[in-house]
Nanobody
């Protein structure tokens, strides 16, 4: 079992940056990680994923060039670096974890993940 706690959300203006953190605790097992977001009235959508090895990442098209996912194993933490934020990025951001089939595997489907954090709110004003 692993517990995930997100932090770093807040209210910013369009064009500004935020860094979200997802701290994992409760297990020594290692995981592939993902970030998802859910805006009011919309379904949860994939944002970014990083492999257990950290060498493979993938971001959804709408955030390419603006968002970057990374991980720091010494802190058991995964980060989502968000630059040039837009009002349409407003959502609750959740991190997720799963034990991967391969150290290089990444996962874009929310159903592939076993563990979820409670989420952190990101609001971007125009």
């Amino acid at each position: 079992q692993v517990q995930l706690v997100e932090s770093g959300g807040g209210l910013v203006q369009a064009g500004e940056s935020l860094r979200l953190s997802c701290a994992a605790s409760g297990s020594t097992l290692k995981y592939a990680m993902g970030w998802f977001r859910q805006a009011p009235g919309k379904e949860r959508e994939f944002v970014a994923t990083i492999s257990l090895s950290g060498r493979n990442t993938y971001t959804t098209e709408s955030v390419k060039g603006r968002f970057t996912i990374s991980r720091d194993e010494s802190q058991n933490t995964v980060f989502l670096h968000m630059n040039s934020l837009k009002p349409e990025d407003t959502a609750v951001y959740h991190c997720a974890a799963r034990q991967p089939m391969l150290a290089s595997a990444t996962y874009t489907n929310s159903g592939a993940y076993n563990y979820w954090g409670q989420g952190t709110q990101v609001t971007v004003s125009s």
